[in-house]
């Protein structure tokens, strides 16, 4: 959630961050934990948001986790928080 505020205070400035910030992301949503997961998609809302159309990039690695997450009405708040993503992305 740190991460998440510096992204939005920051916005575009956080481009040169992007590769690692987004490496770290992918590696939460290995992790079983649907909090975990609420609070990475938000964050990678935000990083969508700051890195604009260069956000593409990292599109195929996010795809499977973002599609789990859709697909996880369970756990209604990882799939409100996916459709933010999708929403964020588009």
């Known amino acids: 959630s740190v991460l998440l505020q510096?992204?939005?205070?920051?916005?575009?400035?956080i481009k040169p961050f992007a590769d690692r910030m987004m490496?770290?992301?992918l590696q939460l949503?290995?992790?079983?934990?649907?909090s975990l997961h609420?609070?990475?998609f938000m964050a990678?809302?935000?990083l969508a948001n700051g890195c604009e159309s260069e956000f593409e990039k990292y599109l195929p690695h996010l795809?499977?986790?973002?599609t789990a997450g859709l697909r996880n009405w369970e756990e209604h708040e990882v799939c409100f928080a996916?459709?933010?993503v999708v929403g964020d992305v588009c």
Do not use: H
Request: aromatic share 10%; no cysteine.
């Open 6 to 13: 510096l992204t939005q205070k920051l916005e575009g400035k």
């Open 23 to 25: 490496l770290i992301y």
């Open 29 to 34: 949503f290995s992790l079983r934990n649907a």
């Open 38 to 40: 609420v609070e990475a």
């Open 44 to 46: 990678v809302g935000a």
């Open 63 to 66: 795809l499977p986790f973002l």
């Open 82 to 84: 996916a459709v933010g």
